[in-house]
């Protein structure tokens, strides 16, 4: 059973966090170990897992970025850790601000931080708002593949900003 289907939810990008919420105290109280002491240890068993799938289902969803990485693995269009490759474009979009953080690592500088950082939030807003319409209406049908790899796309570019933008903030820190 997948955590949509868990809390009876369509699987979708943006979901109803409200209702995803009371899904979660409902099964919260009819799957607390406390209220089955007296079952059997099969049952109890049976109770504690259901309760660790609430609350690691739970935890998913309620995070839009492993919302989103756990819907595109339940899909198929992720391949392993790793495997993913990035459009070539992007990567090529990416090559100024890969050469600042690597003269930002030899010779740190405040005003060349702020233009970095400033130059990853514009690219992050960009590409927030280039995908928003796909998140918002993507429905778990079989015709929106091309859907899905657009949104494959995003989380993709989007955990690739984060990388560097944490590898900026090191260098900030020192």
Known sequence: MNYFEFFDLPVRFILDEAALKRQFYVNSKKYHPDFYTLASESKQAEILELSTLNNQAYQTLVDFDKRMKYVLELKGALAEEGKNKLPQAF????????????????????????RVLSSLEAQQSALDASVASALATYEDLPEQTALLDTIKNYYLKKRYLLRIKENLNKFASL
């Open 91 to 114: 990567l090529l979009e990416m090559m100024d601000i890969n050469e600042a953080l690597m003269e930002l690592e030899f010779d740190f500088e405040q005003e060349a931080y702020q």
